[in-house]
């Protein structure tokens, strides 16, 4: 639940594991951790979040708010652990119009991330990275967006 920030993630997920660690407390366990994960959802939202703006400008935080939320978000994600690490080796997010391909990693047992996220579709050369804790990451732009609409969903 709110340990990992699932409690705002509204949607079923599917969860393949393969896992193994060694120690005496959760600390060490997770420093252990090796094996590969996959996380998948065909429809999610999440609430109190909008990905849009933290995906198209620089933002310190995911600006939480109680009205936001990100709707028909699908995502998988195909990792694989090595000492407490996940290595985002493949995977995709959309939601809304938007296709994201994120790669990079994420330390567990510090909970921070550093991932690159490459929009796909038109104007595919904008980059994002998110760095830091993932509680409270930095949005900052990896390359300079190329047009300030590359995240904008299609008009219905």
Excluded: Y
Aim: glycine fraction near 8%; proline fraction near 5%.
């Amino acid at each position: 639940g709110g340990l990992l920030g699932f409690d705002m993630l509204d949607g079923a997920i599917d969860l393949n594991a393969a896992v193994k660690a060694n120690g005496q407390s959760i600390a060490q366990m997770v420093s252990t951790l090796q094996g590969s994960l996959k996380l998948s959802s065909p429809e999610a939202v999440v609430q109190k979040i909008d990905l849009l703006p933290a995906l198209s400008q620089p933002q310190k935080g995911w600006n939480l708010q109680e009205s936001a939320k990100t709707e028909n978000l699908s995502f998988e994600f195909d990792t694989t652990l090595a000492e407490g690490v996940a290595v985002l080796n493949s995977g995709r997010m959309s939601f809304n119009g938007v296709s994201v391909k994120p790669r990079g990693e994420i330390d567990i047992l510090r909970q921070a991330v550093l991932i690159q996220l490459a929009p796909s579709g038109k104007n595919t050369d904008a980059k994002m990275s998110m760095t830091g804790q993932w509680l409270e990451p930095e949005f900052s732009a990896a390359d300079i967006l190329k047009s300030k609409t590359a995240l904008t969903p299609p008009a219905n």
